[in-house]
């Protein structure tokens, strides 16, 4: 089954995965800093995101905005 292309905004996709949520993991990994600090970012609200059961994700789009808003202030 070939899916068809999907189209959005590049920033909601992970490795050319659409729509992805990232986990605190990938964040860190991203940002290229230890899983607390990436926790850190999340929990004082400067990185948004959303809970799902127990789970905490990030939308790439939000982890996209916090790096830009960094370069601009940095």
Known sequence: MVR???RGNPADTVD???GRL?????IADR????RSMAWKLVTYG???SVRIGRAVRVR????????ASALREG
Request: proline share 12%; charged share 20%.
């Open 31 to 34: 940002l290229a800093v230890s």
């Open 4 to 6: 068809p292309a999907m």
């Open 60 to 67: 790439p789009a939000d982890l996209e905005a916090y790096i």
């Open 46 to 48: 400067q990185i948004p």
């Open 16 to 18: 050319g995965q659409a």
């Open 22 to 26: 990232l986990r605190i993991e990938d």
